[in-house]
């Protein structure tokens, strides 16, 4: 059970893909230019990264090692066409915001990379929990981060109007430059804590001895 | 078995059981996506044409263009064929015609759909479909006040931009293509539905 639990809380904050890790960078900087775009493409990547590592888990015995990376970039494929294919028709509006970055998901390092360091090796539980909390990691992150650009850009979120009237936007916000802006606001944050919660620890080690 | 022989069939059956997965589920997609794509269109088509409420396509074949004809031999080549959207009131008859038109944008193909009056056959509406413009600054191409500025040109006003047509501060490049893309097609298009209806 401790397994379970550290598998899926590892994702959500100390190696959060998208702050901790700064991986899968490029949909991050892309779509998030609004919360809805932002927390879209969290739940698309969190799709597929589930999907792919239950399957990689469950048939990686079968799979001879030298082969493994093309197995699994058809299996992750496989799962990101179908996604595709289903919001295009489902969810035209979503699907057109994304537009070319949903197929990129294939080449997410998020996705590989799991599969890669958890899923080839663990037991299936194992990397469901751990697709599951790299995967809330993802959609927390980018939802955050596309709140923001959307709050400062337009003084909406989720196409809300939170800001007051006399808000002047800031155009910048939702083109590329506000990305990284934010991104790296963000991680300035995150990192701070992160420090702050590592040296609380320590000293609570030591006065405890 | 070999190890070489394993890693074959492997990756076979592997990519065998997806091509399956993926025929599936383009099967299963493959009737709402064509709608969603008709439904996309008509409610443009309605957009740029007001009084407009079914739509038949038409296919013309602009072959008959003459050759002196400053606008067919440039951007519509022989066999092409020019889809022409006919608008039909709720009588059952023609308020104009709808054509697509694209140019390329600042950040990409900029697609156009123009409305054209059945009886004036001057511009009565204009949208844009689709476009990869720098939100905020190109996409105002999208605004009102600068679609509403080809409205009631005709294919014997000039549509210049920068004299008819104001630019948009900050988006000269596709609010030039905009134009690019209206003007280049309308003579073409108005002829073909000419002899097409």
Same mark, same amino acid.
């Given at each position: 059970?401790? $397994? ?46 589930? %999907? ?8 990686? $015995? ?6 493994? &990376?093309?197995?699994? &970039? ?27 970055? %949903?197929? %990129? ?26 697709? %599951? ?63 702050? &919660?590592?040296?609380? $620890? ?8 | ?46 957009? +740029? ?62 697609? +156009? ?85």
């Amino acid at each position: 059970m401790k $397994h379970f639990y550290s598998d899926f809380i590892k994702g959500l904050w100390r190696e959060n893909p998208t702050f901790r890790l700064l991986i899968g960078l490029c949909p991050t900087l892309a779509v998030t230019n609004n919360a809805l775009g932002g927390f879209s493409m969290g739940v698309s990547t969190a799709f597929v990264l589930i %999907l792919s590592s239950t399957m990689i888990s469950l048939v990686k $015995h079968l799979i001879p090692d030298k082969v493994r &990376i093309p197995a699994y &970039i058809v299996l992750i494929a496989t799962f990101v066409t179908i996604l595709e294919l289903f919001m295009n028709a489902y969810l035209p509006a979503i699907y057109a915001q994304l537009g070319i970055f %949903l197929p %990129l998901i294939v080449v997410n390092c998020i996705i590989l990379g799991r599969a890669e360091a958890f899923a080839s090796k663990m037991p299936v539980s194992r990397s469901i929990f751990d697709a %599951l909390g790299m995967g809330f990691g993802i959609i927390w992150a980018l939802t955050s981060i596309g709140i923001m650009r959307e709050l400062f850009g337009t003084g909406q979120v989720f196409g809300f109007q939170v800001m007051p009237s006399s808000f002047e936007p800031i155009g910048m916000m939702t083109a590329a430059p506000g990305a990284f802006i934010t991104l790296g606001t963000a991680v300035a944050i995150v990192t701070y804590i992160s420090d702050r &919660i590592a040296k609380k $620890h320590a000293k609570g080690k030591k006065a405890t001895e | 078995m070999g190890e070489s022989t394993r890693m074959i069939i492997v990756l076979t059956v592997i990519c065998m059981i997806s091509a399956g997965v993926l025929a599936w589920a383009y099967n299963v997609t493959y009737e709402p996506i064509l709608a969603n794509r008709a439904r996309a269109l008509h409610s443009s088509i309605f957009q +740029v044409l007001p009084g407009a409420e079914d739509v038949r396509v038409i296919e013309a074949r602009p072959t008959s263009l003459a050759e002196d004809d400053e606008y067919s031999t440039k951007t519509v080549d022989s066999d092409q064929v020019l889809l022409l959207y006919q608008g039909l009131n709720a009588n059952g008859k023609s308020v104009g015609f709808a054509y697509l038109s694209e140019e390329t944008g600042y950040g990409g193909i900029i697609q +156009v759909l123009i409305g054209v009056d059945e009886n004036t056959e001057k511009i009565v509406g204009v949208t844009v479909v689709e476009h990869s413009e720098t939100a905020g600054i190109g996409t105002k191409i999208e605004e009102e006040g600068f679609k509403s500025q080809f409205i009631g040109k005709g294919v014997n006003d000039p549509i210049t931009i920068g004299i008819d047509i104001d630019s948009i501060t900050g988006s000269t490049v596709s609010s030039e293509a905009m134009t690019k893309a209206i003007n280049k097609n309308l003579g073409v298009a108005i002829q073909a539905y000419r002899e097409a209806k």
